[in-house]
Nanobody, 122 residues
Framework: VQLQASGGGLVQAGDSLRLSCAAS????????LGWFRQPPGKDRSFVAV????????RYADSVKGRFTISRDNAKNTVYLQMNSLVPEDTAVYYC????????????????WGQGTQVTVSS
């Protein structure tokens, strides 16, 4: 599966942004889709994941209540709605895919998109 992330940009603290990740392939619904982020000079870390059916989600503690992950299997697209953004959310955001169950560890994902930059100013 090939992934293409988009939707990043420069926003102010408190603003909202929605990221999208479009995937190729006819078996999109078989993949759990995750979002990770990598701030400048730091490691890439887990943000959120959604199961193939969309029925199960998991979030990093730092984004719970502010970010929402969703997917549209008819459009082969996963979304990350980000509300109440803070400067600490500044990072390159990556979408990733893995077959079957959800996971929150980077090493468990075999497919990665190219990343989209999100910058939150104070």
């Amino acid at each position: 599966v090939q992934l293409q992330a988009s939707g990043g940009g420069l926003v102010q603290a408190g603003d909202s942004l929605r990221l999208s990740c479009a995937a190729s392939g006819r078996t999109f619904g078989s993949y759990a889709l995750g979002w990770f982020r990598q701030p400048p000079g730091k490691d890439r870390s887990f943000v959120a994941v959604i199961s193939g059916s969309g029925g199960t989600t998991r979030y990093a503690d730092s984004v719970k209540g502010r970010f929402t992950i969703s997917r549209d299997n008819a459009k082969n697209t996963v979304y990350l709605q980000m509300n109440s953004l803070v400067p600490e959310d500044t990072a390159v955001y990556y979408c990733a895919a893995r077959l079957f169950g959800i996971a929150d560890t980077r090493s468990e994902y075999g497919y990665w998109g190219q990343g989209t930059q999100v910058t939150v100013s104070s």
